[in-house]
Nanobody
Framework: QLQASGGGLVQPGWSLRLSCAAS????????MGWYRQAPGKQRELVATITSGGSTNYEDSVKGRFTIPRDNLKNTVYLQMNSLEPEDTAVYYC???????????????WGPGTQVTVSS
């Protein structure tokens, strides 16, 4: 299971940090990431990070968002700076998790957390 937190209502230019923790029996986690879905739009990738720390960002968030990860806590974060109204969306965390040594990796999604950027 993935549990996300940290969403809310902020003004343009402010910062917000989302957290997403994986729980349950975990053998290993491959990639973790954040996606978002704005009203009337398809879900889109925001940022991903591999177990080795390689990152990938959607063009509109480059230079404003970072995606740190704590492997000991099985947690991924999304640090969002200089927020813009266009960042308003429901943010979903995602992780590729293997539950046991003999299991395969499976894709997990968190329930989503609302981020609203408005003055």
């Amino acid at each position: 299971q993935l549990q996300a937190s940290g969403g809310g209502l902020v003004q343009p230019g402010w910062s917000l940090r989302l957290s997403c923790a994986a729980s349950g029996s975990i053998f290993s986690i491959n990639a973790m990431g954040w996606y978002r879905q704005a009203p009337g739009k398809q879900r889109e990738l925001v940022a991903t990070i591999t177990s080795g720390g390689s990152t990938n960002y959607e063009d509109s968030v480059k230079g404003r968002f970072t995606i740190p990860r704590d492997n000991l806590k099985n947690t991924v974060y999304l640090q969002m700076n200089s927020l813009e109204p266009e960042d308003t969306a429901v943010y979903y965390c995602n992780a590729d998790i293997r539950r046991s040594r003999w299991g395969s990796f499976r894709d997990y999604w968190g329930p989503g957390t609302q981020v609203t950027v408005s003055s």
